[in-house]
């Protein structure tokens, strides 16, 4: 993928970054939060290379990407002042709407920084944990000790780093966020967790445990944010900068020890023994509850509405049971697109197939399989519904739970090994991969034939001189990687002015800081490169002016660069300057080449392109 081309081609899509209030990114998907939906160009987002498809819940316009997304997220940031590394959507740039949209797109926001984290560290959990069901290591040694800390450690501190990404959300100052979830965990606190005659300036109270909960921390960060702004509208300057934490964490501490804390405790404690009801009356039920209807929710983002109620049921059991039956959901629709991977006589649809069944299988990643394949087939979809409905309720019904937060995949396995019946384990996910591979591979789907392929010819693309200057061979050049054509077909021009000016209608897709080129891509898919002068990339910027942005759109003639030639010359420079298609693979010829003097603005050369095949839907 090239995430840059992704990255522009989304953010034009959706109406450029002043169409934008709002970006996060969870494990597969660009979470944005639109100010006018009718300016998205959906048809030209769901286009653009690299982008599985699109959704719209929770009041956000998501794009799936699938696992190159913090990349392409990363790109969009350079490009534009969305997307600030680590950060979460501000409260005030939630979505607007029901409280159920407002409280998924929180809890999306709060909960996908710290994701990865969470999932890389209780699968090294899960692996600890087998490794003793298994004998391969003591629980008294040294080593056990150290391992169970570093992976143990996330999950026990919490609150710690929920008090950054809700202190993010709710623009409230992180450190004193910090601070209040730091005195929850406090050494000298957590030994008090049920012990009898606490009082608080003679309020009696009851010390709960505060270890690797979700809710204290969150609605005292809220209530911080309140008061932090009322504080600071009322303190004097000279003042309010320390005294605004002081009061803060003085007032927040003690609130949640005696009012927050307990009733997030008595509110845990029902839902814990809600799941444990239903887990243990009619296991099967919610089993294939959650193996049959996970990926659906994945589809609509309700998902997160979940994630929170895994951690409260880690909390105040020790074990997450609902996660069991999702294992059998990810793997059924891993299991559904491989059955489209050995069926499938289409030659595009069989590549696509490979990597989302590996993707699914081995990482828990089935975007890729359920928007790329299974969902437009329709059929492997739901066969994979029906595969974890089954697998699901068996895995259920053998009471089997995890002890550890992971994300459901193949990896992932070992943090359900020892714990419940693993024969119905093992058969719940045998039933989850054997029902829907088999049903895709006999009962099958209706896919886009070979011959129901739209062939579509590409149009030559008129290339203008960016200089002016003396057209020359591109083999003049004095670099053997642009003269043998290696780094893309084109020619040179020995430029007489200091000024490059766009050569067609189309969009910069690499404005380098130190001016020394610039890459641009053509409405019709043509993507050019100017390098001004040779290894002119060591002068670090100096005598180039750079007049654009990466992402920005340009019209022909548009100043792109501006360059004082005489001074690069006498730092010894070439300023001989390549111009070259660096996409063959669409436009792998050049024709009808200028030759001689020529103006920006005259016609320099064609691109041609190749007849381009597109899958048919």
Request: aromatic fraction near 10%.
């Amino acid at each position: 993928m090239d995430y840059s081309k992704t990255a522009a081609g989304v953010l034009k899509g959706v109406g450029g970054e002043e169409n934008v209030q709002s970006l996060v990114h969870c494990a597969t998907r660009l979470r944005f939060v639109i100010k006018d939906d009718a300016k998205i160009d959906k048809a030209g987002v769901k286009a653009t290379p690299g982008v599985i498809t699109t959704a719209e819940a929770g009041g956000q316009y998501q794009v799936v990407i699938g696992n190159d997304v913090p990349e392409v997220y990363a790109e969009i940031a350079k490009i534009s002042g969305l997307g600030k590394a680590g950060e979460a959507t501000g409260a005030q740039d939630r979505p607007k709407g029901n409280l159920f949209n407002r409280f998924i797109a929180m809890i999306s926001a709060i909960f996908t920084p710290l994701l990865w984290a969470l999932a890389g560290t209780g699968l090294l959990k899960a692996f600890l944990a087998a490794a003793v069901t298994f004998g391969w290591i003591d629980t008294a040694t040294t080593t056990y000790v150290v391992l169970n800390a570093l992976s143990d450690a996330f999950i026990n501190f919490l609150p710690l780093a929920l008090a950054f990404t809700a202190a993010r959300y709710f623009k409230a100052n992180e450190f004193t966020s910090f601070a209040i979830a730091a005195a929850l965990l406090y050494p000298t606190i957590t030994p008090l967790v049920g012990a009898p005659d606490l009082t608080f300036f003679g309020i009696p109270f009851t010390m709960v445990s505060y270890v690797s909960s979700v809710i204290p921390i969150i609605v005292i960060v809220w209530l911080q944010s309140h008061a932090e702004r009322f504080l600071y509208a009322k303190l004097p300057g000279s003042i309010r900068r320390f005294v605004t934490p002081m009061i803060v964490v003085l007032l927040g501490v003690p609130f949640v020890f005696l009012v927050v804390g307990p009733l997030s405790a008595i509110v845990g404690g029902w839902l814990g023994s809600g799941i444990g009801w239903v887990f243990s009356t009619v296991p099967w039920l919610g089993g294939a509850i959650m193996g049959g209807l996970w990926q659906v929710f994945v589809i609509f983002g309700l998902h997160w509405g979940l994630v929170p109620l895994f951690t409260l049921e880690f909390q105040t059991t020790g074990q997450i049971l609902l996660i069991g039956p999702v294992f059998a959901a990810v793997l059924a629709q891993a299991a559904a697109v491989a059955g489209v991977w050995v069926r499938a006589r289409n030659k595009n649809l069989k590549s696509l197939a490979a990597p989302a069944t590996l993707s699914g299988f081995l990482a828990g990643i089935t975007e890729p399989a359920i928007y790329g394949i299974n969902l437009p087939l329709k059929r492997p979809f739901a066969f994979g519904i029906v595969g974890g409905a089954l697998g699901g309720a068996i895995i259920a019904i053998g009471g089997v739970y995890s002890t550890a937060f992971v994300v459901p995949s193949g990896l992932a396995l070992p943090a359900l090994f020892g714990n419940g019946n693993m024969l119905l384990l093992a058969l719940g996910l045998a039933v989850a991969i054997a029902v829907p591979f088999l049903l895709t591979v006999i009962v099958g789907f209706k896919e886009p034939a070979e011959d129901a392929t739209i062939a579509a010819e590409a149009t030559d693309v008129e290339v203008l001189s960016p200089l002016d200057g003396t057209v020359v061979a591109l083999t003049e050049i004095p670099d053997a990687a642009f003269a043998d054509g290696s780094l893309g077909q084109g020619v040179a021009i020995q430029p007489r002015s200091g000024a490059v000016y766009a050569p067609f209608d189309g969009t910069v897709v690499a404005a380098f800081p130190t001016g020394h080129a610039i890459g641009l891509r053509h409405a019709d898919g043509a993507e050019l490169l100017i390098h001004i002068g040779i290894d002119t990339v060591k002068l670090g910027g100096e005598h180039f002016a750079l007049k654009v942005t990466s992402g920005q759109e340009v019209k022909a003639g548009d100043l792109l660069v501006e360059f004082d030639g005489d001074a690069i010359e006498r730092a010894g420079y070439n300023l001989i300057t390549p111009v070259i298609i660096t996409n063959p693979d669409l436009y792998p010829e050049v024709g009808s080449a200028a030759a001689g003097p020529i103006a920006h603005g005259e016609t320099l050369f064609f691109a041609g392109a190749v007849e381009r095949v597109l899958a048919g839907k």
